[in-house]
């Protein structure tokens, strides 16, 4: 169903029930899905009791959507849920640019997992390694019969690779990888409970200790991969020509790519479009940021996730790519009401399909974050959102927010001790 519908630049002006009622039409979703999506359904304290340990309550963030986003040729409803104003906003000002050349394409590589195994106290762990290596077939048979469920739909181990660590603090020993396809899972339980199980025949094989037996979160086995091409044309607002926005851009990405202390804050751009998605579908941020600022210094030095540049008609392509280990099944995304209405907002059907949009709004994301950088700069659209949370951090109330957010942007002063000063000025 299409997300970008006539009269689609009022769905800002809307008001929640209107924006819940567009969204059941367009993508099909049920009444209690969207008092779900609303708040006024979803995740109990007595649902969170069973989730983690020493609850007290439950803690909400907003939950807006990212419009205009196609990603291979299928239109998708973004909820992004995010505390931090500008976001959805710029990710679905650059999908809409996007559109006009067919919208974000993206490709995943299986779902490979990487369990790793530390094996100590060896005499000789260049032959300890071999004897491994000898057994890789046995290994693998035996770890295949843990989860019959997952073999059953395809999944299961696929590799074992071993190498030697010859100097750490602590002296030489060995690592394991056993590499697992999980499917439409994360992985982790998988992952961790088929490690623990050849902990002891490894032990056996070498005549070493297993310590630690865990995943990886640098999931480079696992990989999403998004690219997208807009039109020179299309970059021009304001006095500010194609162009000249399309260069700015790509010497803002430059600076990225050169040094890492731009390129830090240039991926928490690119995350700042993944993560909020990430949580509102119940999956592992920590394990996602974890995997991509690793993934960005794979090669020995810290850089930019995204590559831009041109192509033979001077257009603006961008490509990202990032470990992305995400699931439809299992964990918090299984037991969370809100992760499985945001997974079938999207209408995704499997963890490749939600790693690919996943990595497609990064790559928007980054892209707004650059072409506000290079151009106006990022305070102009960031504070003029902003404002409206100041407002209410200064205690505006109804109608007054938005007159005093508009106030505050007019006096280019978005501070509370400012709002606060017009309140009482109002006030008298």
């Given at each position: ?23 059941i039409?367009?993508t ?17 304290a ?48 650059m ?19 990487i ?22 077939d ?15 739909l ?7 690779e ?17 590499i697992?396809?999980v ?11 088929a ?6 025949r ?7 200790k ?19 091409t ?16 399309r260069d ?16 830090a ?12 998605i ?5 999956n592992?941020?920590r394990?996602i ?16 996730l995204?590559i ?7 257009d ?9 280990a ?5 964990g ?18 499997s ?7 996943m990595?497609?709004v ?6 707004a ?6 151009t ?12 409206r ?40």
């Amino acid at each position: 169903m299409s997300t970008t519908p006539k009269n689609e630049e009022k769905f800002y002006q809307m008001t929640r029930d209107e924006r819940l009622d567009r969204l059941i039409d367009e993508t099909g979703i049920s009444v209690y899905d969207a008092k779900i999506l609303s708040g006024e359904a979803g995740l109990s304290a007595q649902d969170a009791e069973h989730m983690i340990e020493n609850v007290v309550g439950i803690f909400s963030l907003p939950l807006g959507i990212a419009r205009y986003f196609k990603v291979n040729g299928k239109d998708v409803s973004v909820p992004m849920a995010v505390e931090e104003p500008s976001i959805v906003a710029g990710a679905s000002y650059m999908a809409k640019l996007a559109a006009r050349t067919g919208g974000f394409f993206a490709h995943t590589t299986s779902p490979e997992m990487i369990g790793q195994m530390q094996i100590i106290n060896l005499d000789d762990p260049a032959s300890a390694r071999m004897k491994l290596l000898a057994e890789k077939d046995t290994l693998l048979e035996e770890v295949s019969q843990v989860d019959p469920l997952l073999t059953s739909l395809g999944g299961g181990p696929r590799d074992f690779e071993v190498r030697i660590i010859p100097d750490s603090p602590r002296g030489p020993f060995l690592v394991a990888h056993l590499i697992y396809d999980v499917r439409d899972a994360m992985g982790a339980n998988a992952v961790n409970t088929a490690v623990e199980r050849l902990a002891s025949r490894v032990e056996s094989i070498t005549g070493g200790k297993v310590l630690l037996r865990i995943l990886s979160n640098l999931a480079d086995r696992r990989l999403a991969r998004a690219w997208v091409t807009i039109r020179t044309d299309d970059l021009a607002f304001d006095d500010f020509s194609g162009p000249e926005v399309r260069d700015g851009i790509l010497d803002a990405w430059a600076f990225a790519a050169a040094d890492p202390y731009r390129a830090a804050t240039h991926n928490k751009g690119i995350m700042n479009g993944i993560d909020p998605i990430v949580i509102a579908t119940g999956n592992d941020w920590r394990a996602i940021e974890a995997g991509a600022h690793a993934y960005a210094a794979k090669d020995g030095r810290y850089t930019s996730l995204s590559i831009w540049g041109t192509n033979s008609e001077g257009d603006l392509v961008g490509t990202l790519e990032m470990p992305m280990a995400v699931g439809t099944v299992g964990g918090a995304t299984r037991v969370h009401p809100a992760a499985q209405a945001c997974l079938r907002l999207m209408g995704v059907k499997s963890a490749r399909e939600l790693a690919e949009v996943m990595v497609s709004v990064g790559l928007a994301q980054n892209l707004a974050a650059l072409r506000a950088l290079s151009t106006e700069g990022i305070q102009k659209g960031h504070m003029s959102l902003h404002a409206r949370q100041v407002a209410v951090a200064a205690g505006a109330k109804d109608d007054q927010i938005d007159k005093l957010a508009e106030r505050l942007v007019a006096d280019k002063i978005i501070r509370i001790d400012h709002a606060q000063s017009i309140l009482e000025e109002w006030s008298k």
